[in-house]
């Protein structure tokens, strides 16, 4: 029988740290507009295995692959039998650079680990979709956005006739940036105003999952500026911006949970398996182009990419290869599959399609957030989210250019095929 075991903690810092995920001259948090935390599950039936959401934007995959080797410690698995899934709030503190932070978020998680794995008791579980048009494509390629609220519900096996959840998981597709650049107080952004409407309604503790979020912007948002990601039509300043996300959603929910069917026998497994993907080195005239638009079309000053790409140069290297794990969680028809980028929400929609199973959700932010992903119609397009950043967030990996247009073709097969067959 399915078991689930439960945690939180709270980890919100007790002191200023440096946000991640605006430019700003001053990047300090200066105070907490609500608290941050992280929840744990601890899935056994023939195997054990974890998955753990932390509000943040996302922390390296070094980073993340170390919380994962420690949790594994914990309850004697492999890191690929422990799933990180970052919210990707834009409010929280950069992890990479408040390494005191970073240790005492592992420690507080360790022991949640612990205190879940002796929570665990027989669970049922069900699953369906809600609707929830929280989200508008920032790019301009497409219009497309993933509305789909994926719910999957846990119940206490053990008392029949009882409806109350134990857990209710969410998987939606938005950016955590409702709250944008003039504001610099810790903040789970939308996803912590979910988690409070829902589980207040529930009487459970709500996990929220980020999906593939690299194109879609918040459709309401709360500042007093109006940024590049808030300029679309259907983009709505509003002052309750975070509530306005967390009632759409929760509207959504409450229309379809009750109609949901629970299953008594079904099977929990959680995998990695990795592909090899390519970038080029760009030419040196190649880069000046880039760094030159970076510049005047987004504000972005090169401080060492131009640098970086003529030593490439200089030393003959063209090509830079990495390997990207690829990690699923099933549960019956309802699969999480994720990766540490910020994919367009093509590769969500693309792979429900190919695979015809509305509970498939291709995800972002999950062990870690490294750059963006692009589709071949987003590598063609251009811009911040494909060249741009890349002056930016190189350091944080070992490569200076996006992937190859193709690697997202060559991704989308892996994990529809090879992936999806070993299920």
């Given at each position: 029988?399915?078991?689930l075991g439960l945690a939180?903690v709270d980890?919100?810092p007790d002191?200023p740290?440096?946000?991640?995920g605006f430019?700003?001259e001053d990047?300090r948090s200066?105070?907490?507009?609500k608290?941050?935390?992280?929840?744990?599950?601890?899935?056994?039936?023939?195997e054990?295995?974890?998955?753990?959401t932390i509000?943040?934007?996302?922390f390296?995959k070094?980073?993340?692959?170390?919380?994962?080797?420690?949790?594994?410690?914990?309850?004697?698995?492999?890191?690929?039998?422990?799933m990180?899934?970052?919210s990707h709030?834009?409010?929280?503190?950069?992890?990479?650079?408040?390494r005191?932070?970073?240790d005492?978020?592992?420690?507080?998680?360790?022991?949640?680990?612990?205190?879940?794995l002796?929570?665990?008791?027989p669970?049922?579980?069900?699953?369906?979709?809600?609707t929830?048009?929280?989200?508008?494509?920032?790019?301009?390629?497409?219009?497309?956005?993933d509305?789909?609220?994926?719910?999957?519900?846990?119940?206490?096996?053990?008392?029949k006739?009882?409806?109350?959840p134990?857990?209710?998981?969410?998987?939606?597709t938005t950016h955590?940036?409702?709250l944008?650049?003039?504001?610099?107080?810790i903040?789970?952004d939308y996803f912590g105003?979910?988690?409070?409407?829902?589980?207040?309604k529930?009487?459970c503790?709500?996990?929220?999952?980020q999906g593939s979020a690299?194109?879609?912007?918040?459709r309401y948002?709360c500042s007093?500026?109006?940024p590049?990601?808030?300029?679309?039509?259907e983009?709505?300043?509003s002052?309750?911006?975070?509530?306005?996300?967390a009632n759409t959603?929760?509207?959504?929910?409450t229309k379809?949970i009750d109609?949901i069917?629970?299953?008594h026998?079904?099977?929990?497994?959680?995998?990695?398996?990795?592909?090899?993907?390519?970038?080029?080195?760009?030419?040196v005239?190649?880069?000046?182009?880039?760094?030159k638009?970076?510049?005047?079309l987004?504000?972005?000053?090169?401080?060492?990419?131009?640098?970086?790409?003529a030593?490439?140069?200089?030393?003959?290297?063209?090509e830079?290869?990495e390997?990207?794990?690829m990690?699923?969680l099933?549960?019956?028809d309802?699969?999480?599959c994720g990766?540490p980028?910020?994919f367009?929400?093509?590769?969500a929609?693309?792979t429900?399609?190919?695979l015809?199973n509305?509970?498939?959700?291709f995800?972002?932010?999950?062990?870690?957030?490294?750059?963006?992903?692009?589709?071949e119609?987003?590598?063609?397009a251009?811009?911040?989210?494909?060249?741009?950043?890349?002056?930016?967030y190189?350091?944080?990996?070992?490569?200076?250019?996006?992937?190859?247009?193709?690697?997202?073709?060559k991704l989308?097969?892996?994990?529809?095929?090879?992936?999806?067959?070993?299920l």
């Amino acid at each position: 029988m399915l078991k689930l075991g439960l945690a939180e903690v709270d980890i919100t810092p007790d002191r200023p740290m440096e946000l991640v995920g605006f430019y700003r001259e001053d990047n300090r948090s200066k105070g907490v507009l609500k608290p941050l935390m992280a929840q744990v599950a601890v899935w056994k039936n023939e195997e054990r295995c974890c998955l753990i959401t932390i509000d943040s934007i996302g922390f390296t995959k070094e980073l993340s692959d170390k919380l994962r080797i420690k949790v594994g410690g914990v309850l004697g698995v492999t890191k690929e039998k422990v799933m990180l899934c970052f919210s990707h709030t834009h409010a929280a503190p950069d992890a990479d650079m408040e390494r005191e932070y970073y240790d005492e978020i592992c420690v507080k998680i360790e022991d949640a680990v612990l205190r879940a794995l002796n929570d665990l008791t027989p669970v049922n579980v069900g699953w369906k979709n809600a609707t929830a048009h929280i989200g508008v494509n920032r790019r301009p390629v497409t219009k497309d956005t993933d509305d789909r609220v994926g719910i999957l519900i846990v119940c206490d096996a053990d008392k029949k006739g009882e409806t109350t959840p134990k857990l209710i998981i969410l998987r939606v597709t938005t950016h955590g940036n409702v709250l944008k650049a003039d504001n610099t107080m810790i903040s789970p952004d939308y996803f912590g105003d979910t988690r409070e409407v829902i589980g207040r309604k529930y009487h459970c503790p709500v996990m929220m999952i980020q999906g593939s979020a690299g194109s879609t912007a918040p459709r309401y948002f709360c500042s007093g500026n109006t940024p590049v990601d808030a300029r679309m039509e259907e983009c709505v300043r509003s002052k309750t911006g975070l509530a306005d996300m967390a009632n759409t959603i929760a509207d959504s929910v409450t229309k379809v949970i009750d109609d949901i069917e629970l299953h008594h026998d079904c099977d929990i497994r959680m995998f990695s398996k990795y592909i090899e993907l390519t970038a080029d080195v760009p030419t040196v005239e190649e880069a000046i182009k880039v760094a030159k638009e970076a510049k005047e079309l987004c504000g972005i000053i090169d401080t060492g990419w131009m640098e970086k790409v003529a030593a490439l140069n200089t030393a003959g290297v063209h090509e830079q290869s990495e390997d990207v794990e690829m990690q699923y969680l099933s549960i019956g028809d309802w699969c999480l599959c994720g990766g540490p980028y910020e994919f367009m929400v093509g590769f969500a929609l693309e792979t429900e399609r190919i695979l015809g199973n509305e509970f498939f959700y291709f995800n972002g932010y999950t062990n870690g957030c490294l750059l963006y992903f692009p589709t071949e119609d987003e590598f063609d397009a251009g811009g911040y989210e494909v060249f741009w950043s890349m002056l930016i967030y190189y350091k944080y990996i070992d490569r200076v250019y996006p992937f190859r247009r193709d690697a997202a073709s060559k991704l989308i097969k892996f994990v529809t095929e090879k992936m999806y067959a070993d299920l």
